[in-house]
């Protein structure tokens, strides 16, 4: 998603596949290209690095 200069309606801008199978996802703010996730059947996280400059 793309936060617009003005306005409030997000714009997406693409997707991008992670291994992530649960209710948790967080951004790493000192690490802006790393996602975490939770897999629920396995109890265990994730942690995806991501190309974001890719997507704009």
Do not use: C, H
Not at 11 to 25: M, N, Q
Not at 26 to 50: H, L
Request: proline share 5%; hydrophobic share 40%.
């Amino acid at each position: 998603m793309d936060i617009p200069e003005m306005g409030s309606t997000l714009k997406w801008i693409g997707t991008v596949p992670l291994d992530i199978a649960g209710r948790g996802i967080a951004r790493d703010r000192s690490q802006p290209d790393v996602i975490y996730g939770f897999v629920r059947k396995t109890n265990t996280v994730t942690v995806n690095k991501v190309d974001l400059t890719s997507l704009k």
